[in-house]
């Protein structure tokens, strides 16, 4: 998290992004927020698409960010894929590799404990040429984030829309989770901005939807993310997995696998699809509990 001095004068500092000034009419003062509310229902990923694919019904995307923590982003019809710069919705099909993204969940879903993680986000952030500044989270009557990270001037052109992109009155933003858009923001303590746009989410729901479970998993992808070293033999059509005194062994359309001097079996035989090998979620279990 950035850290900022606060102002000592009534001069505002503004950040310029884009060729556009956000103007702030007077200098933002601290203002103090319930800790106890929490200032999102969602979590973030970002990263850059690496790989697009399918599963099922699915669009997935493969996801690699600056710290090396890849993620698959499984994309829905539901999914909201909006453009950062415009806040205009994005279709699906213009997800390619390269981009970079924002992915937003809802943090109170649970998920499946697997490397790497599979996220169904209810958001997702394009960043195009044409770059924007996002801002999703809650907000007071007063239209300042309950992180005290930022302060929204509206104008009379700041767009207001719901969830299905209807236009919306400024009251109607009073509780709910926003998803902001603006291009500058001055640098106090909160940012003050006069966003371009503003859409109010709908309450998540209450129930938690299904969780989508994977009936394999790629392994390279799992097994060195987990420190081992994986090799392939194409004679044999055999994977061996090594770490310290631990070694696997698996063959493609067998059930059987060796582990050291043991031998188990699992219920789906590993498989071969688009060059990558995949193994039931059954032995990923396998090697988690086998980690020391």
Do not use: C
């Amino acid at each position: 998290m950035k850290k900022y001095s606060v102002l000592t004068t009534a001069a505002l500092t503004i950040t310029i992004l884009s060729g556009n000034i956000a103007l702030a009419s007077s200098p933002a003062t601290p203002i103090q927020i319930d800790n106890q509310i929490e200032a999102s229902d969602y979590m973030k990923a970002s990263g850059i698409i690496s790989e697009v694919g399918q599963k099922g019904d699915l669009l997935q995307l493969f996801l690699n960010d600056m710290e090396n923590d890849p993620a698959y982003l499984l994309i829905s019809d539901k999914t909201l894929i909006l453009d950062s710069a415009t806040g205009n919705r994005v279709d699906e099909s213009e997800l390619k590799k390269e981009l970079t993204v924002d992915a937003y969940y809802d943090k109170n879903k649970p998920m499946i404990m697997i490397y790497p993680p599979q996220i169904a986000p209810e958001i997702v952030i394009v960043h195009g040429e044409e770059m924007g500044q996002v801002k999703v989270g809650k907000f007071t009557n007063e239209f300042v984030s309950l992180d005290n990270q930022l302060k929204l001037n509206l104008a009379e052109d700041t767009q207001l829309v719901n969830h299905q992109g209807k236009e919306i009155k400024e009251d109607e933003l009073n509780g709910k989770e926003l998803i902001v858009f603006y291009t500058a923001s001055t640098k106090s303590i909160p940012a003050q901005t006069t966003p371009n746009k503003i859409i109010a989410l709908d309450p998540l729901n209450e129930e938690i939807d299904e969780v989508i479970e994977p009936e394999m998993v790629p392994l390279r992808e799992v097994a060195e993310g987990l420190g081992y070293d994986v090799e392939w033999d194409e004679s044999t059509k055999r994977v061996t997995l090594t770490k310290q005194a631990s070694s696997y062994q698996l063959t493609i359309g067998a059930k059987d696998y060796g582990y050291n001097r043991s031998l188990g079996y699992l219920d789906v035989a590993p498989e071969i699809k688009d060059g990558r090998t995949y193994v039931p979620q059954q032995f990923v279990d396998l090697l988690l509990e086998n980690q020391s």
